[in-house]
């Protein structure tokens, strides 16, 4: 097949997003390093990881709004040089408030991508679930390379380096993003910012039962991707008493299975339907967490951890769901709406689940996620069974 401009569209947007990922997983593998440099327990860590998930969340209308403003091609570099920049804040912090500030810009800025650039693809592509599979795998493998390689350099250098290692990443990405995207004609170019705030357009969309069912489901995976980002290293480092580096390896395999298989579940999305491909997502999830919290040995957290990565590629379904909802017109503002809305509720997942593991124990924050899962199942099946059209 001859390559096309939106495949070059599709390319650099997939690595715009790895980076955008890369900076914040960045974090995970280091959570004991942080923990102990700062004196900070696991609930104070979540606390500042769920509000760079919150101002990740906040930016995603108003990245829309800025698309809409000024064209998506802008807003994709602010988003990856904003990126780069909060690394330095964070590296250089002298304490745990500098640092806490400096997660949260990492989350506002890295937050301007995601929504104007699914905007973006699917204004050049028709089968939206695979070019959104495409895209969402950069999150993945993201995952795949932070967890190993800040490990690997956290052990010999220290977590300030390892995290600093976003800035290697940001910068050529940056370069070429610069270089081959064409600038994008902006749908809005006169038109204040303020004026672009309609509330009740924005009243209407989320008043849609669709929507708002497609809204739930959203939340309750989110909430459970964004805690298993934050502690999946702790989990296997703290409860079942692996290394730093097992860790951050399993870490990676998890996120390696969901970059490579989010493809698929896009696919299986375009041609089988979103719920069926939502409910194998969840599936694959539940059994992934049970295997990991009652099982011990290599073979059985391996296929936990594989599981599990199956079931958190949710978005190559989740995504298309909504944006099938949404006319051509309310795409670009509609998405960054629905993204902040249900992110923002979501983003107490990572203090959530490190709260329950303080007071409980890891096999009880884990088998809360569990039953989150199992709630979705349970949505899907009494969509079907009544026929209710959400």
């Not at 590629?313 to 944006?323: E, K, S, T």
């Amino acid at each position: 097949m001859r390559w096309q401009y939106r495949d070059t569209v599709l390319v650099i947007c997939t690595l715009a997003l790895f980076v955008t990922v890369y900076g914040r997983l960045a974090l995970s593998p280091v959570v004991p390093d942080v923990a102990t440099e700062f004196d900070v327990s696991n609930a104070m860590i979540g606390a500042a990881l769920s509000g760079m998930w919150l101002t990740y969340a906040l930016t995603q209308f108003p990245s829309g709004l800025l698309a809409e403003r000024y064209g998506e091609r802008l807003v994709i570099l602010a988003s990856i040089a904003g990126t780069v920049l909060a690394t330095f804040v964070i590296v250089a912090a002298p304490g745990f408030v500098v640092f806490s500030a400096g997660v949260l810009v990492l989350g506002a800025l890295a937050g301007l991508h995601y929504s104007v650039a699914t905007t973006l693809l699917t204004r050049v592509y028709d089968d939206i679930g695979t070019a959104i599979g495409v895209h969402n795998s950069g999150a993945p493998l993201a995952g795949l390379a932070a967890p190993v390689i800040v490990s690997w350099v956290a052990v010999r250098y220290g977590w300030r380096p390892a995290v600093a290692l976003t800035v290697a990443v940001g910068v050529p990405v940056f370069v070429l993003a610069a270089w081959r995207i064409r600038p994008t004609e902006p749908r809005q170019p006169t038109q204040p910012l303020r004026d672009l705030f309609d509330l009740g357009a924005m009243r209407g969309l989320l008043s849609r039962p669709a929507v708002i069912f497609t809204g739930v489901i959203a939340i309750i995976v989110e909430f459970t991707w964004q805690a298993v980002a934050s502690f999946l290293p702790a989990f296997f480092a703290q409860y079942h008493g692996y290394s730093t580096t097992v860790a951050g390896i399993f870490f990676g395999v998890y996120f390696l299975i969901q970059g490579t298989l989010q493809v698929g579940v896009g696919a299986i999305a375009d041609r089988f339907g979103r719920d069926v491909a939502i409910g194998l997502c969840m599936a694959a999830g539940i059994a992934g967490l049970a295997l990991l919290v009652t099982g011990g040995d290599l073979v059985t957290l391996t296929a936990g951890t594989l599981l599990l990565g199956i079931g958190m590629g949710w978005g190559a379904a989740v995504f298309p769901r909504f944006m099938d909802r949404l006319s051509a017109d309310e795409q670009s503002f509609g998405f960054g709406l629905f993204r902040t809305v249900y992110m923002t509720v979501a983003a107490s997942g990572s203090v959530v689940v490190g709260l329950l593991a303080d007071l409980f124990g890891w096999a009880v924050s884990f088998g809360f996620l569990t039953a989150l899962l199992g709630l979705v199942c349970a949505l899907l099946l009494v969509n079907a069974l009544f026929d209710l059209g959400y």
